[in-house]
């Protein structure tokens, strides 16, 4: 039986196809005046390097590769300041044939497909807003850290029988805080400390304030409560710092992060991370349904045959 050679519409006049994993890549190249060529190339910078000047001297336009992991960040920002179009595809909108799978014939397929304008490209963010995603997103990291650090204080507290947790509302609140510095100085809380951080609007009394600060602290329990207080206020620090670099990154556009402050619900560093992650320029998303999808904010849609399938 004989196999039919699936002929697509030339849209691209020249590009090349990379299936890529960690150690190496596979190109192909492909179009107009150019007859098809397969190389292979390590993933170390001077490899990639040859890799761009191999398609600069073939005058390829346009690259395609699947977005698999991390691995594609380093072709993409060797290729990126060439002028080449680099375009970063969702794997599944690429699938080649069941059974048959080898890296030369992914890496042509996919030349294939992009020569035929059959690919679509991911939304990739200019190099400025992918540095300040990474400032922001590392930020919300270290400020979990803090929050984890802080819950960890209380578990340590609650196995030395410091009952704070549950005559107060909040354990990050001002009163907390200054009884728990109290208690990792390794001193008792008095009646006289109590009197210092009371007020009204708490829920119990000074006397069950003062007995849940009463517990069975002991030198390793204090020891452990310092190291931690030690470690949070190094993450604060460097969540300061981070806070100064994305300030600065962002100066240019104060004015417009005034006016998305204005949003209810909207703080500094809400708007901060918003435009870190989706940008300011509204352009690239055709509609805000788009722009929904992109954030993963939108329903799947898995229909056939007029019933609408659950993942799971």
Not at 105 to 125: F, H, M, R, T
Not at 142 to 166: C, H, T, Y
Not at 198 to 207: S, V
Request: aromatic share 6%; net charge neutral; proline share 3%.
């Amino acid at each position: 039986m004989e196999t039919t050679q699936v002929q697509f519409e030339q849209v691209v006049s020249r590009g090349c196809g990379i299936d890529v994993h960690k150690k190496m890549l596979v190109a192909t190249i492909d179009g107009e005046g150019l007859k098809q060529e397969t190389r292979e190339f390590a993933t170390f910078t001077s490899s990639l390097t040859e890799l761009k000047e191999w398609l600069l001297e073939r005058e390829i336009t346009h690259v395609a590769m699947e977005s698999t992991g991390v691995y594609w960040k380093p072709v993409y920002h060797i290729l990126e300041p060439s002028g080449i179009k680099v375009w970063i595809v969702n794997a599944r909108h690429i699938k080649y044939v069941p059974g048959h799978k080898t890296d030369k014939k992914d890496s042509k397929w996919i030349c294939k497909l992009l020569l035929a304008g059959l690919l679509k490209p991911s939304y990739i963010p200019p190099k400025e807003q992918r540095e300040l995603r990474d400032l922001t997103r590392y930020r919300k990291k270290m400020i979990q850290q803090v929050a984890s650090e802080k819950n960890r204080i209380i578990r340590i507290l609650e196995d030395s029988n410091v009952k704070l947790s549950s005559v107060l509302s909040d354990t990050n609140g001002v009163v907390a805080t200054k009884l728990i510095n109290i208690l990792c100085e390794g001193k008792n809380v008095t009646m006289q400390d109590i009197d210092q951080v009371y007020h009204k609007k708490l829920q119990c009394t000074k006397e069950e304030l003062y007995e849940a600060c009463n517990g069975c602290m002991t030198k390793h329990t204090i020891t452990m409560l310092q190291m931690i207080q030690k470690n949070i206020a190094n993450t604060q620090a460097s969540i300061e710092t981070f806070n100064q670099l994305i300030k600065e990154a962002l100066s240019k556009y104060d004015n417009v992060l005034e006016v998305l402050k204005e949003v209810p619900g909207l703080n500094t560093k809400t708007v901060e991370d918003l435009v870190a992650e989706i940008g300011l320029d509204m352009s690239v998303f055709p509609s805000e349904k788009h722009l929904a999808s992109w954030a993963g904010m939108a329903p799947g849609n898995n229909e056939s045959a007029g019933k609408k399938k659950v993942d799971g």
